[in-house]
């Protein structure tokens, strides 16, 4: 697995955790309030774990622009490295 902010553009991948820095993730009931509000803030944008998703941005130190479904999402780069994902061999 690998953080998606490393994913060069053009390749695709599924999402398989989303972390949070205090050791939070994705579908974790450790009855942290943050979590649940980290948690809910990512799948809003359509990004959950089982996603698939394509990198349509990744250059420079910015936002990255990456397809999920029908949708482009434009994201923060440190949000992008608190989600995994694994690369798809196409």
């Known amino acids: 697995m690998m953080?998606?902010?490393l994913?060069?553009?053009g390749e695709s991948a599924e999402i398989?955790?989303?972390r949070e820095n205090n050791g939070c993730h994705q579908g974790g009931?450790?009855?942290?309030?943050?979590?649940n509000e980290h948690s809910?803030?990512?799948?809003d944008m359509g990004l959950r774990v089982g996603k698939q998703v394509e990198m349509l941005n990744n250059e420079g130190r910015g936002p990255l622009l990456?397809?999920?479904d029908e949708?482009?999402?434009?994201m923060a780069r440190g949000m992008a490295m608190k989600i995994l994902?694994?690369?798809?061999e196409e």
């Open 3 to 5: 953080p998606l902010g």
């Open 7 to 9: 994913l060069g553009s």
């Open 16 to 18: 398989m955790e989303i």
């Open 29 to 35: 009931h450790h009855g942290h309030g943050r979590c």
């Open 40 to 43: 809910n803030r990512i799948e």
């Open 66 to 68: 990456v397809r999920v």
């Open 71 to 74: 949708s482009r999402i434009a």
């Open 85 to 88: 994902v694994r690369r798809r």
